[in-house]
């Protein structure tokens, strides 16, 4: 019986939507959410030592999940031009770094600041449960933005200390 | 050292453990640190992203170090023991209360169900709360339909559990979300 049930287990170490947990409960993966998981948009890594990228790293192993998530920016227009994400965790957490890499593409680093958990939320159809996925990628923009302000406030030789909150 | 142990002698241990230990709901993915040593697929240069499955787990048998960046060290803010102690209580006491606001408040679909250590309140068409404790960072988590989601502190001074970035308290929140939504206010006892 020990074995069966840890083949069970094991079987689900693999990526397809995850069979039914030993709880009662069904638990169902829009199809958002799976999009994204089997096809995530902009995985990756930039250099963190690049004057032009900000990096945010949210979250602990000890907790599920963990996101670094990374953002280019303009130099002249300090907008933000390109974004990737790395992250550990369940499928929600996936997908929901991953919209957010789509959705600060483009954008200048106060817009993105408003983008809210709710909306990413709202996007994957996250249930309950997973509403703290979402904040988690919320986190994870703020703080590759105040990275990048941090950084960009150092290359401008200003003598204002970047806000470590 | 735990994380040395063959993947398959740790599912099995965690399976033996005593029908009292309750396994963790698919949030708290503890189990996800024996999970990191596994390489990604092959065919492909190596990516950090991989897809973990948040594996229920026992949450005594696994090592509590914290393997990665942590801002806080919560371990020294609340011991493991008392936050049990606090978190257990404070979630016991407030199934209590609720289940007694089901039977004043009538409300299609309301049911309040606690299962591995998980407390789960359904509003019917309203939405659903759930709230469960976060041992690592020494949180009670709660997710609302009206607030989203909160991460509560135990905040020693005033005795309570405190969302630090709202300041707002986990009782009151509650008491304020539950009246807006359903009607009646809930009376919490004072020593709760």
């Known amino acids: 019986m020990l074995r069966l049930v840890a083949s069970r287990l094991l079987g689900t170490a693999s990526r397809e939507v995850p069979s039914r947990p030993l709880q009662i409960l069904p638990r169902l993966y829009h199809e958002n959410v799976i999009d994204h998981y089997n096809n995530p948009r902009n995985v990756g890594s930039f250099d963190k030592n690049d004057p032009n990228v900000g990096t945010g790293l949210v979250g602990a192993p000890a907790c599920g999940d963990v996101m670094k998530l990374q953002i280019k920016i303009d130099e002249e227009s300090g907008k933000?031009?390109?974004?990737?994400?790395?992250?550990?965790?369940?499928?929600?957490?996936?997908?929901?770094?991953?919209?957010?890499?789509?959705?600060?593409?483009?954008?200048?680093?106060?817009?993105?600041?408003?983008?809210?958990?709710?909306?990413?939320?709202?996007?994957?159809?996250?249930?309950?449960?997973?509403?703290?996925?979402?904040?988690?990628?919320?986190?994870?923009?703020?703080?590759?933005?105040?990275?990048?302000e941090a950084k960009r406030a150092k290359m401008n030789g200003s003598s204002k200390a970047a806000d470590v909150n | 050292?735990?994380?040395?142990?063959?993947?398959?002698?740790?599912?099995?241990?965690?399976?033996?453990?005593?029908?009292?230990?309750?396994?963790?709901?698919?949030r708290h993915s503890l189990a996800l640190?024996?999970?990191?040593?596994?390489?990604?697929?092959?065919?492909?240069?190596?990516?950090?992203?991989?897809?973990?499955?948040?594996?229920?787990?026992?949450?005594?048998?696994?090592?509590?170090?914290?393997?990665?960046?942590?801002?806080?060290?919560y371990r020294s803010v609340l011991s493991e023991d008392e936050f049990h102690g606090l978190a257990n209580s404070t979630i016991h006491d407030l199934q209590e209360k609720l289940e007694e606001y089901g039977d004043i408040v009538e409300l299609d679909g309301f049911d309040v169900d606690?299962?591995?250590?998980?407390?789960?309140l359904k509003l019917g068409a309203l939405g659903t709360y759930v709230m469960n404790k976060q041992t690592p960072n020494r949180q009670i988590?709660?997710?609302?339909?009206?607030?989203?989601?909160?991460?509560?502190d135990w905040d020693h001074n005033v005795q309570a559990w405190v969302y630090r970035r709202t300041k707002a308290n986990l009782l009151k929140l509650l008491e304020s979300e539950l009246e807006q939504l359903c009607g009646d206010r809930i009376k919490w006892p004072e020593q709760l």
């Not at chain 1, 919209?99 to 958990?117: H, P, Q, R």
């Not at chain 1, 996007?123 to 309950?128: E, F, G, I, R």
């Not at chain 2, 606690?114 to 789960?120: D, F, I, Q, S, W």
Request: aromatic share 8%; with cysteine.
């Open chain 1, 80 to 148: 933000i031009v390109d974004a990737c994400f790395k992250t550990f965790g369940c499928g929600s957490a996936i997908a929901s770094s991953s919209v957010a890499t789509e959705w600060v593409k483009g954008k200048s680093m106060d817009e993105v600041l408003t983008i809210k958990n709710t909306e990413i939320a709202k996007h994957l159809s996250l249930p309950p449960v997973k509403l703290h996925c979402s904040m988690l990628a919320e986190d994870a923009i703020k703080a590759a933005v105040k990275d990048a």
């Open chain 2, 141 to 152: 988590w709660l997710s609302s339909p009206l607030s989203g989601p909160s991460r509560f």
């Open chain 2, 114 to 120: 606690y299962g591995n250590e998980v407390l789960t």
């Open chain 2, 33 to 73: 640190g024996f999970l990191l040593p596994q390489p990604p697929t092959p065919d492909v240069s190596p990516r950090f992203f991989f897809s973990s499955r948040s594996i229920c787990s026992g949450p005594l048998n696994l090592p509590q170090d914290s393997q990665g960046p942590a801002p806080i060290d």
């Open chain 2, 1 to 26: 050292m735990a994380s040395r142990l063959p993947f398959l002698r740790r599912i099995s241990k965690l399976l033996k453990a005593p029908p009292s230990t309750p396994l963790r709901s698919l």
